[in-house]
């Protein structure tokens, strides 16, 4: 397998752009998990599926920011409107179920940066 | 609330020399797992190990080695004859093991940077 995949790698936009952030997990994983990381608040937790449905957003910033799991294979992680505080490494991540037990594998992560 | 916390920011060493990174947990349950990854300056994060709350082995894999001690819930990291290829963001997480859907949600640390110079 390839591993997750996200795209793009680099994406520079202005404030107030729509952004979507791309994600396929590794086959068969069934937990879906959206990160971001920045230099003041480190690596948090967003928003994470299970099966496609969303099981916790209570990471997501605000209303700006949205995410979707249309299908096992895919997931993405919209923003809108953008802005600068937005900046941001973004990692989606996927696991098998394991009671917490499971690694949890990420991708390349996008760097996001709204001008 | 669970909370990981990395005292050290910044470490640098010269190559060959030990290094230990140092990484205390917080959590309420009984049931959980501590995870370190690595950051390398390519920017990806990649799984070092895990470890469940009942398994105070210690690990070695290499150079590498963790110490586990609930006793005073840490879980360090060490890399023995350190290397420039060791260079890297060293992230320490937890992940509290639950009985729903709770899935593996990880708690990181701040991470600690790590300079080996040869």
């Known amino acids: 397998d390839a591993g997750v995949i996200q795209s793009p790698r680099h994406e520079v936009t202005e404030m107030g752009q729509e952004v979507t952030l791309r994600c396929k997990p590794i086959?068969?994983?069934?937990?879906l998990f959206w990160y971001r990381q920045t230099m003041m608040r480190g690596l948090e937790l967003l928003i994470y599926?299970?099966?496609?449905?969303?099981?916790?957003d209570s990471g997501m910033p605000e209303d700006r920011f949205s995410a979707k799991m249309p299908n096992a294979s895919f997931s993405t992680l919209k923003i809108q409107p953008s802005e600068p505080r937005d900046s941001a490494v973004y990692f989606c991540?996927?696991?098998?179920?394991?009671?917490?037990?499971?690694?949890?594998?990420f991708g390349q992560g996008t760097r996001l940066t709204v001008v | 609330a669970q909370k990981v916390t990395q005292a050290q920011t910044e470490i640098s060493v010269v190559e060959k020399e030990d290094v230990t990174l140092d990484c205390v947990y917080e959590?309420?349950?009984?049931?959980?797992?501590l995870f370190w990854y690595k950051q390398p300056p390519s920017g990806e994060l990649v799984f070092l190990i895990r470890?469940?709350?009942?398994?105070?082995q210690n690990e070695i894999s290499g150079r590498y080695s963790w110490n586990f001690q609930k006793s005073t819930s840490s879980f360090n990291f060490t890399i023995t004859a350190s290397q420039v290829v060791d260079s890297a963001v060293y992230f320490c997480?937890?992940?509290?093991?639950?009985?729903?859907?709770?899935?593996?949600?990880?708690?990181f640390g701040g991470g600690t940077r790590l300079m080996v110079k040869p």
């Open positions: 991540a996927s696991s098998i179920p394991g009671q917490g037990g499971a690694e949890a594998f």
């Open positions: 086959s068969g994983h069934d937990y």
């Open positions: 599926f299970n099966n496609n449905v969303p099981i916790d």
């Open positions: 959590t309420r349950d009984t049931t959980y797992y």
């Open positions: 470890r469940n709350s009942f398994d105070e």
């Open positions: 997480a937890l992940s509290e093991a639950e009985w729903d859907n709770a899935g593996n949600m990880l708690t």
